[in-house]
């Protein structure tokens, strides 16, 4: 569009595409995202090797996508994996076993959230941060929480047998 025309033009008529319209045009396939992080997984440890902090990454970045797409197996094998190769206890493997207890939580697996959030804590304490830890100090009171609910839900258990 010549600068001339752009001057006359409303700027309601100046416009981003919506994404659906660019999707369309484009062929978009619903699983590009899902497939492009697959095959860059492949290539991470193909050219770097399986325990390079790329690939690390990488499982995890696919993990979270397949959460989003409700394909919470397919989640936890990566993750699985990711914690595998991330042998020593390292912020990242603490971040990592820490969405692996969030999964288990939103899956409402609330005794291996709590064992995962306690692994995360023993993790992270390892690797010699201060008790003043934003992040550890986030971890005791999810591990907190836990343990109410569990109470909570073991009191409700015993009330509705007991009727």
Same mark, same amino acid.
């Given at each position: 569009?010549? %600068? %001339?025309?752009? !001057? ?12 659906? =319209?660019?999707? *369309?045009? *484009? @062929?978009?396939? #619903? ?6 992080? *697959? *095959? ?5 440890? =193909?050219?770097? @090797? =399986? ?6 990454? &990488?499982?995890? %970045? ?12 397919? +989640?936890?094998? $990566? ?7 991330? +042998?020593?206890?390292? =912020? #990242?493997?603490?971040? /990592?076993?820490? $969405?692996? @207890? ?17 692994? !995360?804590?023993? $993790? /992270?304490?390892?690797? @010699?941060? %201060?008790?003043?830890?934003?992040? /550890?100090? &986030? ?20 009330? !509705? !047998?007991?009727?």
């Amino acid at each position: 569009i010549e %600068s %001339s025309s752009l !001057s006359s033009m409303n700027a309601t008529e100046i416009r981003e595409p919506k994404f659906n =319209e660019v999707v *369309e045009d *484009e @062929g978009y396939n #619903e699983d590009y995202v899902l497939d492009s992080l *697959e *095959e860059a997984l492949a290539i991470q440890k =193909e050219r770097r @090797g =399986e325990d390079h902090p790329d690939v690390k990454r &990488m499982l995890h %970045s696919l993990a979270l996508e397949y959460k989003v797409r409700n394909r919470h197996d397919d +989640a936890f094998r $990566c993750l699985d994996e990711a914690i595998e190769l991330a +042998a020593d206890c390292t =912020e #990242e493997k603490t971040r /990592l076993l820490t $969405c692996l @207890g969030n999964m288990y939580k939103s899956r409402r697996m609330y005794t291996n959230a709590m064992d995962t959030y306690l692994m !995360s804590i023993a $993790c /992270l304490t390892d690797t @010699g941060v %201060s008790v003043d830890n934003p992040q /550890l100090a &986030m971890l005791v009171r999810m591990v907190k929480r836990l343990e109410i609910q569990n109470r909570l839900h073991s009191q409700n258990h015993e009330l !509705s !047998s007991v009727s």
